[in-house]
């Protein structure tokens, strides 16, 4: 390979699609982004959370921190977040946190990769609102059903009654 190996991996993860960075433990410093985070140019003061969140501290309920989540678990984790992208507009991201270990097992830095799960989620409550409408239709529906049977089983015992067949089957 002829081509400088930082520039070929910075060309090959700058391809990938979703937001992908890494995150130093210590600090919170992003110290490395790909293009599609639209983060711009990184320096020493780029955070994780000013980045995603437009915040001043750290993850904090109702959000799951990945990087703490990361610390403590010392493994891969996943949770959803609000997130801002280049032009201030909210999208709930599905949000990984991957550990990369130093030599003798040290956690140094957490490698972040996010998928845009927006429409997803705006699909899904739709969803869910219909879901909901077609469970009061339903039992809007069995309860006249319900109501049917009876009056048939009251007319057969009219018809009963006065000597008459029944005139409906009932359950």
């Known amino acids: 390979m002829k081509e400088d190996p930082i520039k070929y991996l910075q060309s090959i993860i700058n391809s990938v699609q979703h937001p992908f960075y890494v995150v130093d433990v210590n600090n919170y410093q992003v110290v490395f982004a790909n293009k599609a985070c ?24 109702p959000h799951i921190c990945p990087l703490s989540e990361l610390k403590k678990l010392k493994q891969p984790v996943k949770t959803e977040h609000v997130h801002f992208d280049s032009q201030g507009n909210q999208r709930i991201m599905e949000v990984h946190g991957d550990p990369v270990f130093d ?41 006249r059903e319900q109501r049917v049977i009876e ?11 006065i000597g008459e067949p029944p005139k409906y089957f009932t359950p």
């Open 103 to 143: 030599d003798n097992g040290k956690l140094i830095y957490m490698i972040e990769y996010s998928f845009d799960i927006t429409d997803f989620k705006k699909m899904q409550e739709g969803l869910q609102d219909k879901l909901g409408q077609l469970e009061k239709f339903n039992k809007v529906m069995l309860g």
């Open 38 to 61: 639209g983060f711009g140019e990184l320096n020493e003061n780029s955070k994780c959370y000013e980045l995603t969140h437009h915040s001043s501290t750290p993850c904090a309920s």
């Open 151 to 161: 009056l048939k089983a009251e007319i057969n015992n009219l018809l009963k009654k």
